[in-house]
């Protein structure tokens, strides 16, 4: 009993320990896998909804700067801009309040000069005509209506944003708006993410822009230190169009989190949305408590199954193992009795035949061995052979010899064949690329490339891309039909059975593998099978080389397009880096020219006049290059420059040595020149200058870096153009600034040296006339009048040219209010009656009834009535001089008609030109400075209407003033 029990708590241990094993790893791997696919699955849809949180966090801040831009667009509308400054100035008021991250806002004419701004940090100005023609905030809308700065820090914490938007209408001016970027916050806040996810802003440097804690914000955080972000600063560099995909970083507070990105692109900001890690994965962890459970549970009833089944099992299995042990011994005779009616008396009943069969077969047992040993060693040996091969394509993809060889020395021993060979194809041409074995008398057959139609010997395999095989080639329709190939191989190699396995890659034939043996027979299908195997390897290094190759030659030409994009993008760096100063963009053309066409030199020469002089190159001190600095090149055949200049053309002399007709042969030998490249540097279809590139060896320059260099030609001829107009607009700024400096130098000059005098001199005439300094005879009297007459004469005219001053600089600014136009020809008709009585002229006014009120600056009207009216009467000597004023519609229609000498056409546009009379003669005989009527259109144009003149010579003149009933704002000076 000794010797059993141990024996017995063994087995029914095993069994415990081995049902357990069994149910705990069903259950582990059972749900190790769902766990996996959960997490898969979860991980998925979390980055989904993550990054779908991101794009609507994303539109949300988006829409928040979309809101400030609206409420500042209603400042960009051509209306507003008419109106005037203390309409601005209340509507910036307005606009500040009803916005309150505006700071700050300025008014910007066309110009670039600031008319108005009002700021919560500064001191309003009005008027201050500062010149921000050159800042970015002006500049950025010449290219496009709306612009946005770089966020910038206001006291190294509060993150600002400058929005610049154009007005409607060509170069009419912009508004600037500061705008503190802090009360994005509030966006930031109503974005929910999870229970304790939040949502923040960078821009495209990493700095914080918005962030729930507003601490962070005011520190100025850099949130580039976070892998995370920089990440997606990476993604959004590399590829601005695709948003960077949810990811697992580190936060602020050194929390793992589940974080998303998406772009604002009109803005280059990037908003993040971040989710604890542990909050995103709480369904997975609750997966894994239940997992965890259930693994208990089964292990629990495993172990209860396991105990009651081993119990059960014990008697049959001694008995069993008892069986065995005899059996094991040797004792074939023995027969196991087991009637437990279960497996287990099956298993005994298996016991009792496996003995009797390995009685049968114990006799026969070693030759099976000996049969399957062998078998067994030639699977390792096929296998050892097709890692060899694999092997070689891993490790010489590009040389396909040792492959090809390899493959027909494993076929040809492991098959049993005799020799073997390889063709690949080559359209219609079979061509042999490997051969191993092969007796010398078939070698000389095979030299030559073959063409192989259905009825050869290895049509068949080629039509049907399918292995084929010949028992007897004597007996083959192809040695019958007299195929010269085939009989090589029957007469000359001694073949008599054959087998061809085609090589095919996507359903087309690359090649042939073929096998011969000396006898006639058939090859076992295990043959064609493993020929087939060595087919596909062969393919596989086949397309291995050819995929290696197209990669090389690939990348070979976007190493060289990279190369290309990059030097050129530095040569517009340089044009517009040095846009004034023509040297170093000449020479950063040259030297890269020079770098990526193989060139030895490269210099650039324009036209002055009739003749080419050296104007850049590299920095060389070659022979060449230092006596051509000094010459000057006419067109002619001589020279390759001379050549170009006379065809206007791009040209080459691949050996300037051999070219009859070249004549700096000297100069080039000296320099160790051969090959010349000259490319025309052309503007408009005329000839500015040659660049030219130089080899010291005989070559060609290729196409592609004759390409390149018209680039580059381009180029240089773009800096030439920059540097000639910017010489032209400094000449032409420095003109007229002088010209503005003269003119406002007159102006204040008159202003002051002869208004104030002759306002004193008019005074005193008023005071002598009334008798202040006693009475004054009649004659004195009659003398001062005149004089008081010609003073304000004089007075008038210094008016007329500080208003015509007042409106070119746009500060001449209309009164609206209410007027009746009936008063204004009653006001003028007064001022003007004495005028025309003491010409002897009839002075007429004709008023419609019922004219409706009108809304204008009613001095300015009345100020252009009296220039007509005055003019009418000036100029006519007879007859009368009529005033009609009626309302048409929304318009009031003004004439003044008289009946002097007309207006020749050709005069009539240029009366309203400052200073213009319609002769000397009669300029001098009426007086006047020509500005009366240039006033009176501009002050018409500013209420919205026009001045218009009908006339003709000997038929009086018509002067029409047009103008709305209602004016609702100022309008610009025509």
């Known amino acids: 009993m000794s010797d059993v029990v141990p024996a017995r708590r063994g087995l029914f241990a095993k069994y415990i320990g081995g049902m357990i094993t069994v149910v705990t790893l069903v259950l582990v791997v059972n749900r190790g896998i769902d766990v996996w696919v959960s997490y898969q699955d979860t991980r998925a849809a979390l980055s989904r909804i993550q990054q779908e949180k991101a794009i609507a966090a994303a539109q949300g801040v988006e829409q928040y700067v979309s809101e400030i831009e609206r409420q500042i667009g209603w400042t960009t509308h051509a209306q507003w801009a008419a109106g005037s400054i203390d309409q601005r100035y209340y509507d910036f008021n307005r606009l500040?309040?009803?916005?309150?991250?505006?700071?700050?806002?300025?008014?910007?004419?066309?110009?670039?000069?600031?008319?108005?701004?009002?700021?919560?940090?500064?001191?309003?100005?009005?008027?201050?005509?500062?010149?921000?023609?050159?800042?970015?905030?002006?500049?950025?809308?010449?290219?496009?209506?709306?612009?946005?700065?770089?966020?910038?820090?206001?006291?190294?914490?509060?993150?600002?944003?400058?929005?610049?938007?154009?007005?409607?209408?060509?170069?009419?001016?912009?508004?600037?708006?500061?705008?503190?970027?802090?009360?994005?916050?509030?966006?930031?806040?109503?974005?929910?993410?999870?229970?304790?996810?939040?949502?923040?802003?960078?821009?495209?440097?990493?700095?914080?822009?918005?962030?729930?804690?507003?601490?962070?914000?005011?520190?100025?955080?850099?949130?580039?230190?976070?892998?995370?972000?920089?990440?997606?600063?990476?993604?959004?560099?590399?590829?601005?169009?695709?948003?960077?995909?949810?990811?697992?970083?580190?936060?602020?507070?050194?929390?793992?989190?589940?974080?998303?990105?998406?772009?604002?692109?009109?803005?280059?900001?990037?908003?993040?949305?971040?989710?604890?890690?542990?909050e995103a994965l709480q369904p997975l962890y609750a997966s894994l408590i239940q997992t965890g459970l259930l693994l208990l549970f089964g292990i629990a009833l495993a172990a209860g199954a396991a105990w009651v089944l081993a119990r059960h099992?014990?008697?049959?299995?001694?008995?069993?193992?008892?069986?065995?042990?005899?059996?094991?011994?040797?004792?074939?005779?023995?027969?196991?009795?087991?009637?437990?009616?279960?497996?287990?008396?099956?298993?005994?009943?298996?016991?009792?035949?496996?003995?009797?069969?390995?009685?049968?077969?114990?006799?026969?047992?070693?030759?099976?061995?000996?049969?399957?040993?062998?078998?067994?060693?030639?699977?390792?040996?096929?296998?050892?052979?097709?890692?060899?091969?694999?092997?070689?394509?891993?490790?010489?993809?590009?040389?396909?010899?040792?492959?090809?060889?390899?493959?027909?020395?494993?076929?040809?021993?492991?098959?049993?064949?005799?020799?073997?060979?390889?063709?690949?194809?080559?359209?219609?041409?079979?061509?042999?690329?490997?051969?191993?074995?092969?007796?010398?008398?078939?070698?000389?057959?095979?030299?030559?490339?073959?063409?192989?139609?259905?009825?050869?010997?290895?049509?068949?395999?080629?039509?049907?891309?399918?292995?084929?095989?010949?028992?007897?080639?004597?007996?083959?329709?192809?040695?019958?039909?007299?195929?010269?190939?085939?009989?090589?191989?029957?007469?000359?190699?001694?073949?008599?059975?054959?087998?061809?396995?085609p090589m095919v890659h996507q359903g087309e034939l690359i090649g042939l593998l073929s096998i011969f043996r000396h006898d006639v027979g058939r090859f076992a299908d295990k043959h064609v099978n493993l020929m087939s195997t060595f087919a596909d390897q062969a393919v596989i290094a086949v397309e291995n080389s050819r995929l290696l190759r197209e990669l090389r030659t690939r990348s070979e030409e976007l190493s060289e397009s990279l190369e290309y994009q990059t030097a050129t993008s530095d040569v517009l760096k340089v044009i517009s880096g040095s846009a004034f100063n023509l040297v170093p963009v000449l020479k950063t053309v040259a030297e890269t020219a020079a770098t990526l066409c193989c060139a030895a030199e490269a210099a650039l020469f324009l036209r002055e006049g009739d003749t080419y002089r050296w104007a850049a190159s590299v920095d060389s001190s070659n022979p060449f290059l230092d006596a051509v600095r000094e010459q000057h090149f006419l067109p002619g055949r001589d020279s390759l420059i001379g050549r170009i200049a006379l065809e206007g053309k791009l040209m080459q002399i691949e050996d300037v040595l051999d070219d009859p007709e070249y004549g700096r042969k000297d100069l080039a030998q000296q320099g160790g020149v051969r090959t010349l490249l000259g490319v025309p540097l052309v503007r408009e279809g005329i000839m500015t200058g040659v660049m030219v590139l130089t080899r010291h060896h005989v070559e060609a320059f290729t196409d592609k870096q004759v390409e390149v260099l018209r680039v580059f030609a381009d180029q240089a001829v773009i800096a030439v153009e920059n540097v000639r107009l910017f010489t032209e607009i400094q000449e032409k700024s420095r003109q007229l600034e002088l010209a503005s400096q003269h003119k406002s130098q007159f102006l204040a000059n008159m202003s002051h040296e002869l208004r104030t005098p002759l306002n004193a001199v008019l005074g005193y005439a008023e005071l002598l006339i009334d008798g202040i300094y006693g009475e004054l005879p009649d004659r004195a009297r009659g003398v001062l009048e005149r004089m008081q007459s010609n003073g304000q004469h004089l007075l008038g005219l210094i008016n007329e040219v500080l208003d015509l001053s007042k409106i070119e600089a746009g500060q001449l600014k209309l009164t609206l209010d209410t007027y009746a136009l009936s008063a204004i020809v009653q006001t003028v008709v007064a001022a003007t009656e004495s005028l025309a009585s003491a010409k002897g002229l009839k002075l007429k006014a004709v008023v419609a009834a019922n004219l409706p009120a009108g809304v204008g600056d009613e001095r300015r009207l009345a100020q252009v009535l009296l220039n007509l009216v005055g003019n009418a009467i000036k100029f006519t000597d007879q007859g009368s001089v009529e005033i009609v004023a009626v309302a048409r519609g929304p318009t009031f229609e003004i004439a003044v008609s008289d009946t002097g000498p007309g207006i020749a056409a050709e005069d009539q546009t240029r009366i309203f030109e400052e200073f213009q009379q319609i002769d000397n003669t009669s300029t001098r005989r009426k007086g006047g400075t020509g500005l009366g009527l240039a006033i009176s259109r501009r002050i018409v144009a500013m209420h919205g209407g026009a001045l218009i003149v009908e006339s003709a010579l000997g038929r009086g003149s018509t002067f029409r003033v047009v103008l709305p009933v209602k004016v609702d704002k100022q309008q610009e000076a025509a």
């Open 313 to 501: 099992m014990i008697v049959p299995i001694r008995v069993l193992s008892a069986g065995a042990a005899r059996l094991g011994g040797g004792d074939l005779t023995h027969r196991i009795a087991v009637r437990s009616g279960d497996e287990l008396e099956t298993l005994g009943s298996s016991f009792n035949r496996m003995a009797e069969q390995l009685q049968e077969s114990y006799a026969n047992l070693e030759h099976k061995v000996e049969a399957r040993t062998q078998e067994l060693a030639r699977s390792v040996d096929e296998l050892t052979a097709s890692g060899e091969i694999l092997r070689l394509i891993a490790g010489t993809p590009e040389d396909l010899r040792p492959v090809f060889q390899s493959i027909l020395q494993h076929g040809t021993r492991l098959c049993e064949a005799n020799f073997s060979v390889l063709w690949t194809i080559h359209g219609d041409v079979f061509r042999l690329v490997a051969l191993h074995n092969i007796p010398p008398a078939l070698a000389s057959h095979l030299d030559q490339d073959m063409q192989s139609g259905p009825d050869t010997a290895i049509g068949p395999a080629m039509h049907s891309l399918t292995p084929n095989q010949i028992e007897d080639t004597r007996m083959s329709p192809a040695y019958i039909a007299g195929d010269l190939l085939h009989r090589a191989f029957v007469d000359q190699g001694g073949v008599r059975s054959m087998l061809s396995v």
């Open 96 to 278: 500040m309040r009803q916005v309150p991250d505006i700071t700050e806002l300025v008014d910007l004419d066309g110009n670039g000069r600031e008319r108005l701004k009002v700021s919560r940090v500064a001191m309003n100005v009005i008027g201050s005509d500062a010149d921000w023609s050159e800042d970015p905030r002006f500049k950025g809308i010449l290219d496009k209506r709306v612009w946005f700065s770089p966020i910038y820090w206001r006291r190294e914490s509060e993150p600002y944003m400058t929005m610049s938007l154009a007005r409607a209408g060509r170069r009419s001016g912009a508004t600037v708006a500061e705008v503190n970027l802090k009360l994005i916050v509030d966006v930031i806040n109503a974005i929910k993410v999870g229970k304790a996810g939040y949502a923040y802003v960078v821009n495209r440097d990493g700095r914080l822009i918005a962030h729930p804690d507003i601490s962070q914000v005011l520190r100025n955080t850099d949130m580039a230190r976070l892998s995370h972000v920089q990440a997606a600063l990476r993604a959004r560099q590399g590829s601005r169009d695709e948003a960077p995909r949810a990811t697992v970083g580190v936060n602020l507070a050194n929390q793992n989190v589940l974080s998303a990105a998406a772009s604002i692109p009109a803005l280059d900001w990037l908003v993040f949305v971040e989710l604890p890690l542990n």
